[in-house]
Each structure stands twice: as structure tokens, then as C-alpha cells.
Nanobody, 117 residues
């Protein structure tokens, strides 16, 4: 069974930076064959795409984070990262890690990011 475990969420001031991590636990999980990603959900809003990264490093971003957020992965460590810069109050949400391979999908439990002064 696969577990995706996020970490790094916390309270940060507007304009600040955070790095989220997501580690895939499970010795038999073929991490390198999965597209990994990040979604977020703010209170009262639908879950939205933040970033995706394929096994070989191609990336895609939601319009609201382009130019501010960067995702990367370390296949040897089975970990995906989300570097968030120039954070805004509207980035406040629970951030979820996501893994997908042709519809075989897994979600983490989420980590809270709060941007507030």
C-alpha cells in the first residue's frame, strides 16, 4: 500500500517562502513511473491544480502560481518538492500531494499553509 506524506506547511507572512515535501512510503511503490503533483483546497473552494511533474521532469503549473512556485522531484529519494515564493494570502489552503499513473491515483492527507501577517 502506498502512502504519500506531506510536510513543510506552516504559517508564513505575505511575501515569504516555504518548501513543501512529499515522500512516497512503500518499498514496492514504483515512484519513477508516476506523475507527481500538488493540489490545494481553500475553505469553501474546489480543489485546484498547483503543479505537476512527470517522471522525467516535465512540469505544468496552475495559472495562479506560475512564476512563483516550482516543483521538482528526487527519484532516488522518492520525494517531490514544491518551492513556494512570493506567497500571498490567497495561497492559504491545504496542500495535497498527488501521484498518478494512467488513472491509478493516490493522495496524501495534506499539509496546511497559512499566509497571513
Amino acid at each position: 500500500q502506498v502512502q504519500l506524506v506531506e510536510s513543510g506547511g506552516e504559517l508564513v507572512q505575505p511575501g515569504g517562502s516555504l518548501r513543501l515535501s512529499c515522500a512516497a512510503a512503500g518499498s514496492t511503490f514504483p515512484f519513477t513511473s508516476y506523475t507527481m503533483g500538488w493540489y490545494r483546497q481553500a475553505p469553501g473552494k474546489q480543489r485546484e491544480l498547483v503543479a505537476l511533474i512527470t517522471w522525467d521532469g516535465d512540469t505544468a503549473y496552475g495559472d495562479s502560481v506560475k512564476g512563483r512556485f516550482t516543483t521538482s522531484r528526487d527519484n532516488a529519494k522518492g520525494t517531490v518538492y514544491l518551492q513556494m515564493n512570493s506567497l500571498k494570502p490567497e495561497d492559504t489552503a491545504v496542500y495535497y500531494c498527488y501521484a498518478d499513473r494512467h488513472g491509478d491515483a493516490y493522495w496524501g492527507r495534506g499539509t496546511q499553509v497559512t499566509v497571513s501577517s
